[in-house]
């Protein structure tokens, strides 16, 4: 890894007791960044760290429903929600449920900054009902599959050239 | 109405910034409020209060969506969500979410106490992800419209015995 592929590690930060606050570089134009985040084939490519991942809604759109299925060695694991907001190239807003806690959402915001020297800063929050549904997220390994996922999004961008 | 079918008006307080609850005295036994509020075909008699309600989907466990569309003079209202808990005769938790605002889904929890004297107390909460949101709902009208289901709900109680 040379000086121009560096990217820093996710900053993960939690600015109230309800909250997650994610901040990562990726080394890429926000409009490929935008498109790994938005087109069902290359999001299945990354968001499941090498897991398979089936879409089997996606419907990107303010209103609209999606849900994704990853298949890991401890089994098949649901998730899914509706967006809230769609602003191109700027804001993705959300519910994000999973299966194994159904009626527990989540608001999963990410936000996509051009720092104007080819390089793209990813901002993701999310917030939660009460800050022991955060503290849930928190220990169940998010950071770890989050950082995986992350890696993987590195790899696939650097193909998308 | 005399005594024996007299019943409180609904009572609303706001015990967080980002709560609602509500009490309600039924005058019919637990088993039949329960009822009422859990088969499809009863609910779609007092929930909209006189306007058709179109039961999309209703899968009544833990885990399971739901989906009503009212039809009222001002066009087609969508409402959904997904079942947190089901507890037979005692709690409903569920998601609740407006069409007209999606992504932002409240949990709205239901309680049956049955007050031993022929009559059944149902206690609703809502909780939201923020102040706002939950002012929003108050401003709505809900008020208005929970008491007229409410009341719809009374006159179908009466006739269920």
Redo the contacts between chains.
Sequence with gaps: MNATTKTAPAKLTTPTDRTLHVERIFNASRERVWRAYTEPKLLAQWWGRGNQLDIERYEFA???HWRFVEHSDHGAHGFE?????VTPMERI???F?W?GM????A?STVEFEDLGDGRTKVTSTM?F?TPEERDGMLKSGMEGGMNASYAALDALLAKMS
């Design positions: 303010r209103g609209g929600g509706r967006f809230r907001e807003s959300m519910t449920e299966d159904p009626g527990y959402p608001i917030q009902y």
